[in-house]
């Protein structure tokens, strides 16, 4: 785990702005979050330090992130929009990747695997290019993040 100063100690989803859901995408929700604030960097431009609590919620085609912290309380709106087309093809290629592990032979599952992280590392690399100069992430929290973003777009 992270030290306080620059980490997330919880998350918490608005579920009254998110898509509806089934029981199993609220389970990938919730070890999205788990994974989220068992280890990672996070460190808002203007914090004075740690834990954070961050509630996500979605508002007009924006991912709102409400940041607080001990003597600190900031907003940002990150617009999906430039997501939209590494999320849908992230999602797609997970449900593949789920399909070939059924019956594939393994060199099959190891290709769509490695399309499916290379997609992966797509996302968490625009994520840490549009949080620049609001949140500071670490690779491995960016991808935990785009894991939960991924997540939260799934609809049951």
Do not use: W
Not at 70 to 82: Q, R, V
């Amino acid at each position: 785990m992270s030290d306080g100063a620059n980490r997330l100690g919880s998350i918490e989803l608005d579920q009254a702005t998110l898509p509806s859901a089934t029981a199993e995408i609220e389970h990938e929700r919730r070890v999205a979050i788990f994974d989220l604030v068992e280890k990672n960097h996070f460190a808002p431009v203007g914090g004075g330090g740690g834990p954070y609590a961050l509630k996500l919620s979605l508002q007009d085609s924006r991912l709102v992130f409400d940041i607080t912290g001990p003597g600190f309380g900031k907003l940002h709106a990150l617009s999906l929009t430039p997501f939209k087309a590494v999320v849908r093809d992230y999602i797609a290629i997970c449900d593949s990747y789920y399909e070939a592990l059924r019956g594939s032979s393994p060199s099959q599952i190891e290709a769509v695997d490695m399309g499916r992280r290379g997609l992966h590392n797509e996302g968490a690399e625009l994520l840490r290019e549009r949080l620049d100069g609001k949140i500071e992430l670490d690779l491995e929290t960016s991808r935990r993040l785009f894991t939960l973003i991924t997540a939260l777009h799934r609809r049951g």
